[in-house]
C-alpha cells in the first residue's frame, strides 16, 4: 500500500542550527510531493511542492527541499532554525497528481531551544 | 474576507448525537476535502469533492456524511457520533490539477 513515513516523531534544535526532516514515501510511480507546517491551534500552510525537474525546492521562510528518487525522500531542510520555526511539519504525497488524493505522514514536531 | 472558513471551532456533544461540520470557501474551486486529525496519524481523507454534486470516499468514510449543493460549501455531518470520532477535523480546497491544497483553521470535535 501506499503510505509516506516521516521517521521522527519529535525533534529538538537550538535556534541557530540547521534543520533536516526526514519524508520517505512508497510508491511506483514519482508523485508530486509536498511540505505543510501547522502552528499550534492553526491549519496547514503549504512550505513547497515538488512536481518535476530541479530536484532541490525553494519554499517560503527559507526552507528547501530535496527529491531523491533513488531513495523514495523528500527531505526539508533549513540552514538556520529560528524560534518561529517551532511547529509540526507534514510531508505529503499526491498519488494521482491529480490533486484529489493525498497521503500526509505522522508529522515531525519541531522544538526550538533559545 | 476571501478564504476557507471552517465553523464551529470548537464542539463537545454526546454519544448519539448528529453533528454537523460547517466549511465555506470563497475561491470557488472545484475541490473540497474533509480530513480528520488524530495523534500518530497525521491527516486522514474522509470524503471529498470534484465539484457540486460531486463526492467520493476517502480513507476513512464510515460514520460520515457529506453533501454539496453549492461550490461553495461542503458540510460534514456525523449521523450518530461516537467517541472514536473526536478529533480535530480540517476541511481543505483546491482547483485540482497540481495544485496545492488550502486549509482551514480546523474545528475540534469532542463526542462524550
Known amino acids: 500500500a501506499q503510505s509516506v513515513t516521516q521517521p521522527d516523531i519529535h525533534i529538538t534544535v537550538s535556534e541557530g542550527a540547521s534543520l533536516e526532516l526526514r519524508c520517505n514515501y512508497s510508491y511506483g510511480a514519482t508523485p508530486y510531493l509536498f511540505w505543510y507546517v501547522q502552528s499550534p491551534g492553526q491549519g496547514l500552510q503549504l512550505l513547497l511542492k515538488y512536481f518535476s525537474g530541479d530536484t532541490l525546492v525553494q519554499g517560503i521562510k527559507g526552507f528547501e527541499a530535496e527529491f531523491k528518487r533513488s531513495q523514495s525522500s523528500f527531505n526539508l531542510r533549513k540552514p538556520s532554525v529560528h524560534w518561529s520555526d517551532a511547529a509540526e511539519y507534514f510531508c505529503a504525497v499526491d498519488l494521482d497528481n491529480y490533486g484529489q488524493n493525498f497521503v500526509f505522514g505522522p508529522g515531525t514536531r519541531l522544538s526550538v531551544l533559545p | 474576507d476571501a478564504g476557507i472558513t471552517q465553523s464551529p471551532r470548537y464542539k463537545i456533544t454526546e454519544t448519539g448525537r448528529q453533528v454537523t461540520l460547517m466549511c465555506h470557501q470563497t475561491w470557488s474551486h472545484s475541490y473540497m476535502f474533509w480530513y480528520r486529525q488524530d495523534l500518530g496519524h497525521g491527516l486522514r481523507l474522509i470524503y471529498y469533492?470534484?465539484?457540486?454534486?460531486?463526492?467520493d470516499k476517502g480513507e476513512v468514510p464510515d460514520g460520515y456524511v457529506v453533501s454539496r449543493s453549492k461550490t461553495e460549501n461542503f458540510p460534514l455531518t456525523l449521523e450518530s457520533a461516537t467517541r472514536s470520532q473526536t478529533s480535530v477535523y480540517f476541511c481543505?480546497?483546491?482547483?485540482?490539477?497540481?495544485?496545492?491544497?488550502?486549509f482551514g483553521p480546523g474545528t475540534r470535535l469532542t463526542v462524550l
Open positions: 481543505a480546497s483546491s482547483s485540482g490539477g497540481a495544485n496545492e491544497q488550502f
Open positions: 469533492s470534484a465539484a457540486a454534486d460531486i463526492t
